[in-house]
């Protein structure tokens, strides 16, 4: 079965690192999202691209959040410098784009700063 | 209001019981619907798109109500196995976001 993979899958670093999550995306899929899930929240948007062109990251803390998409296979989510706010966990999904198709999602990063 | 809302649960039901799930959106552009699930610990992972005529899939059923913008889901003869988070997702375009519930969690005991 074809899968969306992340990593790393866990990340723990001290507040001020710099951290950078990846995701390679199912082959064949043109859309590429990336969500932030917490025990309050729940699951929100953080940013995603189409054909590895950026539609919205307004969900993004922009100082310090960046995604980008280098080539079509790789998906990468920077946050610099870190805070312990951002501790929860990354899902990065993949689509096809198309009406009723759903998107897949990866294993997803569990991130602690400390 | 927020887009998609969920009865948090938790449903604590024990084996063999039928439990329903109820979801409503807000957005009525919204065109495909579909149920996740999500296992503690573990990503989303789709459980059955929503059509509008209603489905089945063994012993879960879908139904979509677009008039009144509501969603549900029916669980029959519930398993341990069936104890999750259960996501109500809504996408108003193929290639947007997916938009999501904050789930309702189910406990099933035997």
């Known amino acids: 079965d074809a899968r969306v993979t992340q990593t790393p899958r866990h990340k723990v670093t001290e507040m001020g690192q710099e951290v950078t999550m990846r995701c390679q995306p199912i082959l064949g899929h043109n859309t590429v999202f990336w969500y932030r899930q917490t025990m309050m929240q729940g699951l929100e948007l953080l940013a995603y691209?189409?054909?590895?062109?950026?539609?919205?990251d307004s969900g993004m803390p922009k100082d310090r959040f960046s995604a980008e998409m280098p080539d079509a296979t790789l998906a990468t989510l920077k946050i610099q410098p870190s805070e312990p706010r951002d501790s929860a966990v990354y899902f990065c999904a993949s689509g096809l784009g198309l009406p009723n198709q759903p998107q897949h999602f990866g294993d997803g990063t569990r991130l602690s700063i400390l | 209001r927020k887009e998609v809302e969920q009865d948090p649960g938790p449903f604590n039901v024990p084996e063999g019981a039928t439990v329903a799930f109820n979801c409503t959106y807000s957005n009525s552009a919204s065109q495909s619907f579909f149920w996740y699930r999500q296992d503690c610990r573990k990503e989303p992972k789709l459980l059955m798109s929503?059509?509008?005529s209603g489905n089945e899939d063994g012993r879960f059923t879908a139904q979509l109500n677009r008039a009144s913008q509501y969603i549900s889901l029916l669980i029959r003869d519930s398993k341990l196995s069936d104890s999750a988070t259960y996501l109500c997702?809504?996408?108003?375009?193929?290639?947007?976001?997916?938009?999501f519930g904050k789930g309702t969690r189910l406990s099933v005991i035997a």
């Open positions: 929503v059509y509008s």
């Open positions: 691209f189409r054909n590895r062109a950026p539609l919205d």
């Open positions: 997702v809504v996408n108003i375009l193929g290639n947007t976001p997916l938009v």
